[in-house]
């Protein structure tokens, strides 16, 4: 049992900035209450009124799969090939990169990462506890929290950049979505005619074996309620994207968007779900141009679910925090900023079951704010992921990229 007392308590379940106890047995949450009778031989942490709050999560990443800054061990985009559903982000993810040791340092529990935006379809991600910051020979399995949270697709420059300026398809918006539709019309047919060979196979009817399609096969799960993660900037891609997961009747995310705040009432009308950023690197794409700070607030003024992403190595994931703190100067609120990096996150990726608020039955991810996070100079004190300590800020020593050095 780990036992942590006095916490000035923020569970994203209903307990705002209040003191309180907080009980994990194992890996899970198991009481959240007043004053809970400390017992022999369990681990005791006292919070000492400091801030406490779930882990915090990153919903769209690359880390461990971009690589740490040399071009061999960037795995992001597949681009031999536009569309290809049967990639697996967990099949590239590397976890003895640094960049899981600076996401530990700042708080950040979890990760949904995968590959990149080059493809119409990219693969599904995966969502990834940050536990290697702590011991780099960890493998993935050992870290790993769901091995296909969701499943990526992208419109808009990118696809077009990697293969229309090789005179492949797509070159144009236009064979974006037609390719998009195409592949989805396919999984579709193929997920009917599955369907229909497991019925036969159930009632003992006899049957030509099934000639199975890895592509189709891992694509065909978006019917079956997979969330799909959209690639859009630009206020054209955004709505071909509702347009086709209407027509198809997808569940969905707009990543990115950074005219969202262009077209509220669209949003709302199609009850959109969104994952914004990074917001704070320079315009460097003409689809990105309008991006604003502001944003945020506008979606949670409106009540439209929101997430903020760091896309870790556009900017390190330890520029989360930065990225909240600015949307908080440029309107945000402050709880709303935490529920962003947290229980929205969560929700947006299917993974709320586990983590993103601190109630029993779910994950003890919890941190321990020597400064709170918001603030210019934020720092975690304790970082605690599956009710183990991974992380503990030893004042005036030297940090390094691997906790355990």
């Not at 640094?98 to 590959?115: K, M, Y």
């Not at 509702?242 to 198809?248: D, P, S």
């Amino acid at each position: 049992m780990l036992l942590i007392k006095n916490c000035n308590l923020i569970d994203m379940a209903g307990t705002f900035q209040q003191p309180r106890d907080l009980l994990a047995e194992g890996s899970k949450v198991k009481e959240v209450g007043e004053h809970i009778p400390e017992q022999k031989g369990w681990e005791v942490i006292d919070a000492a009124g400091r801030l406490v709050t779930p882990g915090i999560i990153d919903p769209h990443s690359h880390l461990g799969v971009s690589g740490t800054g040399n071009r061999e061990g960037n795995d992001t985009n597949e681009m031999t090939s536009p569309v290809t559903p049967g990639l697996r982000g967990l099949d590239a993810i590397d976890p003895s990169d640094p960049a899981f040791g600076a996401a530990l340092r700042n708080g950040v529990t979890t990760i949904v990462t995968g590959p990149g935006s080059a493809n119409l379809i990219g693969g599904t991600f995966a969502a990834v506890k940050t536990v290697s910051g702590e011991n780099p020979n960890l493998t993935i399995e050992e870290c790993v929290l769901k091995e296909e949270a969701v499943m990526k697709m992208a419109l808009g420059e990118n696809p077009k950049f990697a293969y229309g300026k090789r005179n492949k398809q797509p070159a144009t918006r236009m064979m974006s979505a037609a390719m998009l539709r195409e592949q989805l019309m396919r999984a579709r047919e193929y997920r009917q005619k599955w369907e229909e060979y497991q019925r036969k196979t159930a009632a003992g009817e006899e049957t030509k074996p099934f000639e199975r399609d890895l592509a189709m096969h891992s694509l065909m799960r978006v019917f079956d309620g997979m969330n799909c993660k959209i690639h859009c900037h630009h206020a054209v891609d955004a709505m071909t994207a509702i347009r086709i997961a209407e027509e198809f009747g997808l569940r969905y995310t707009l990543e990115h968007f950074s005219d969202c705040y262009l077209l509220i009432d669209e949003i709302k009308r199609h009850n959109c779900r969104v994952i914004i950023g990074p917001l704070f690197y320079g315009k460097n794409k003409l689809e990105s141009h309008r991006k604003s700070l502001k944003s945020a607030g506008i979606l949670e003024k409106n009540g439209i679910p929101f997430s903020v992403m760091t896309d870790c190595g556009v900017i390190p994931v330890e520029g989360l925090l930065v990225q909240m703190a600015l949307l908080i100067k440029n309107g945000l609120s402050w709880e709303g900023a935490l529920r962003a990096v947290t229980l929205s996150a969560a929700q947006l990726n299917d993974i709320d079951d586990r983590v993103g608020s601190l109630e029993p039955g779910k994950d003890a991810d919890i941190v321990i704010w020597n400064v709170e996070p918001f603030a210019t100079m934020s720092q975690a004190g304790v970082v605690i992921i599956d009710g183990k300590v991974r992380y503990v800020k030893k004042d005036g020593g030297p940090e390094t990229d691997y906790i355990g050095l």
